[in-house]
Antibody, heavy 120, light 110 residues
Framework: QLQLQESGPGLVKPSETLSLTCTVSGGSINTNNNNWAWIRQPPGKGLEWIGCAYSSGSTYYNPSLKSRVTISVDTSKNQFSLKLISVTAADTAVYFCARGDLRSGHLDYWGQGTLVTVSS | QSALTQPASVSGSPGQSITISCTGTSSDVGGYDHVCWYQQHPGKAPKLLIY???KRPSGISNRFSGSKSGNTASLTISGLQGEDEADYYC??????????FGGGTKLNVL
């Protein structure tokens, strides 16, 4: 059974960089059948797709975040990561990592989510 | 990209059926058959219910069904149960090779 687990700091200061890692277990991240995605959810609000990456290195990002976000895949560690620069309080959210289907993009496996608070 | 439009809340009684709509544009919902629906209980990760408009993953009850007409997709839940009380989100592939979620719908089972 595939499992995903987010890890990283729970508190980030304004203007600094948010960095999270998603560790994949129970399966290989180096697959041609999937992409690896990040989604976030501000407290009490809806889901927002941040972006996704393929093991080949290709990436796609939400246009509203594209200038600040980087998603990368590390096949040697079976992990993928999210970096979001110049954060503000508006970036406070629960961040989820998930596996996407290559063909249709649906997200079939999710991590439990991790709350990141942006505050000084 | 703008979020897809969903009703903020819907209600139904046990045993009844309800439908949640998800309206987009020809650049997302109307242009592709890659519409998904997710169920999220409080404090939990979303769970995939429907993909490719009508398909159910293994293990998902056939009480959940999806459809699409034009720029609007719909999720129907039949035989409502108390455990169905949750937030529901639609999602669609877009012409920009990205994905967009709906604003979410809270289902109240009365």
């Amino acid at each position: 059974q595939l499992q995903l687990q987010e890890s990283g700091p729970g508190l980030v200061k304004p203007s600094e960089t948010l960095s999270l890692t998603c560790t994949v277990s129970g399966g290989s991240i180096n697959t041609n059948n999937n992409n690896w995605a990040w989604i976030r959810q501000p407290p009490g609000k809806g889901l927002e797709w941040i972006g996704c990456a393929y093991s080949s290195g290709s990436t796609y990002y939400n246009p509203s975040l594209k200038s600040r976000v980087t998603i990368s895949v590390d096949t040697s560690k079976n992990q993928f990561s999210l970096k979001l620069i110049s954060v503000t309080a508006a970036d406070t959210a629960v961040y989820f990592c998930a596996r996407g289907d290559l063909r249709s993009g649906h997200l079939d496996y999710w991590g439990q989510g991790t709350l990141v608070t942006v505050s000084s | 990209q703008s979020a897809l439009t969903q009703p903020a809340s819907v209600s139904g009684s046990p045993g009844q059926s309800i439908t949640i709509s998800c309206t987009g544009t020809s650049s997302d919902v109307g242009g592709y058959d890659h519409v998904c629906w997710y169920q999220q209980h409080p404090g939990k990760a979303p769970k995939l219910l429907i993909y490719d408009v009508t398909k159910r993953p293994s293990g998902i009850s056939n009480r959940f069904s999806g459809s699409k007409s034009g720029n609007t997709a719909s999720l129907t839940i039949s035989g409502l149960q108390g455990e169905d009380e949750a937030d529901y989100y639609c999602s669609s592939y877009t012409s920009s090779n990205t994905w967009v979620f709906g604003g979410g719908t809270k289902l109240n089972v009365l």
